[in-house]
């Protein structure tokens, strides 16, 4: 079964008007109970809600606290390769964009590694762009045999593979992936994703269900806000991480809150995603889903990072480099996108421990 | 004031002064650890080997537990009876003794126990010399198995970890202490003193408690609450509270007219 027909099953639905419809006593009930089911999620994402941030917060810093106490981890990207065959109007590794590409040697991953690990860090998130012919199976596996010498916790961020794919990633060394959807909107998909591998809307949705298959302990799944309609998304991926929750129980299912910053192609979104509805779209998603991990990358800036963390968010990015070889002695490529908070390691470490909070970097071994 | 007898607690010959155990997750700073220690006046702590990192600079949770600690090292996240055995067999080969906590749990929705993958780890554990404390649902067939396998205690779930809900599973607790010739020790969904101390009133041996010390306001002083909580429920449970009734005794009785012992 598919994700795809768990949509399907609410095709007949105006979701839009839906979220619009509820009303103050809607978000109320939802804030009441324990588990929330879906009506209460479109409550907790509509106008009515976005009035009641307060009430919102109130009760998600509770969840948050009960569930994760004051425990954040830390993680880092490593950028291998940004070679990249699709055309995703919104992304600095865009085809059509002009510019060298570059892919490290295992070598140069080695001098990451090194560098990285200086920084104390355990968690490293490894990516890709989509270009299979250059950052071949065979490469990622030998990433992942560099990579496992320095780093207990190593989590995918690449393009869609297989279920056999992700069981020979496990292998070399992969604990768990992280995969968008970008826009569960299949038209604005199609729009976005003119051509390369990723226009396949639905090998990309069954993604991450293929990555449980497979074995991952730890899938992460999310929409990049601001591509579509940010309460459609924020509704669908809450689904989506609640659906493979409860098919793959013993997998840990994350969410990610990125919205659209400004990169090299100068995409622009209609709807730009202000802070005030990142705000709502966490408060939604951590109530709804109580016990899944929320990461909050330096696509945001240190003031809105540091006032989400008690909300709901339990995963942060440290001394982030987006571009190829942003780690080592080695020549840099050009960034994903723009990183808006540049504080090293250690500064996010002591902010976290100013605030109360303290910073987990080991969370887990392979055994 | 007449002396109270002396109430042994051990666990595999090893004699415990408090009965009340600690956990080290969900702290805002491991730092708080050695004064929630001395506040709560635990003698055992427990500690998830997987956040255990001894080439850490950047703090070793191991650094803040004091040494006059028990330790009681935990396999939390595993999710098969084998990830659990190699993670218990790492825990002594990193010098934290032979007392380990089994959990595996292989449901991230509501963190339950696998009885079956925990009774099996249990066995081979046991077996290969260590001190085995299982986490587990309070099932009394669960809890029989693994007396067979070997467990030195058996540690039935008030309410799922980090519910803060208390004693959801009271009855099926007091099954345990009934017919379980092990020391019954509560781990977690204990949220409130009074309800550690209400397990402690039924006849539990001991408690475990984590989340409602580590997110407290104040974790120091809610751990001392903690302490208190548990020696005062233990004092309840060996004073042999007074039958309880439903009405208050009619003051004349209605057989005194009968005369005798039966008035």
Redesign the interface.
Known sequence: MSFAEVMNAYAGLDIAKAIQGCQRQDVIRALNKDRLRPEDLLALLSPAAGNMLEDLARRAAQVT???????VQLFTPLYVSDFCVNRCLYCGFNAAQAGPRRQLSLDEVRAEAEALAAT?L?QVLLLTGDARHKATLEYLEGCLGVLRGYF?SLILEIYALTTQEYVRLIAAGAEGLTIYQETYDQDRYARLHPSGPKRDYAFRLDAPERGCAAGM?WVNVSALYGLGDWRLDAFWTAMHARWL??RY?????GLSLPRMRPHAGGWQPDEPVSDRVLTQILLAQRLYLP?AGITLSTRESPTMRENLLPLGVTRLSAGVSTSVGGHGATKTGTPQFEVADNRSVAEI?AML?GR??????????P? | MREIPEDLFEIRGKRLGSRLFLGTGKYGDDALIPDVCAASGAEVITVALRRVDPDAHTGNVMDHIPRTMRLLPNTSGARTANEAVRIARLARAMGCGDWIKIEVIADNNYLLPDGYATVRATETLAAEGFVVLPYVNADLYVARDLVSAGAAAVMPLGAPIGTNRGLQTREMIRILIEEIDLPIIVDAGLGLPSHACEAMEMGADAVLVNTAIATANDPVTMARAFGEAVRAGRLGFLAGPGAQRMRADASSPLTGFLGGDGA
């Open positions: 606290l009960r569930q994760f106490g004051r425990a104390d355990k207990p302990r929750q409860d129980p013993g997998t840990e299912i016990r470490a421990r109360g909070f303290q910073p987990v970097f080991k969370d887990w071994q055994f």
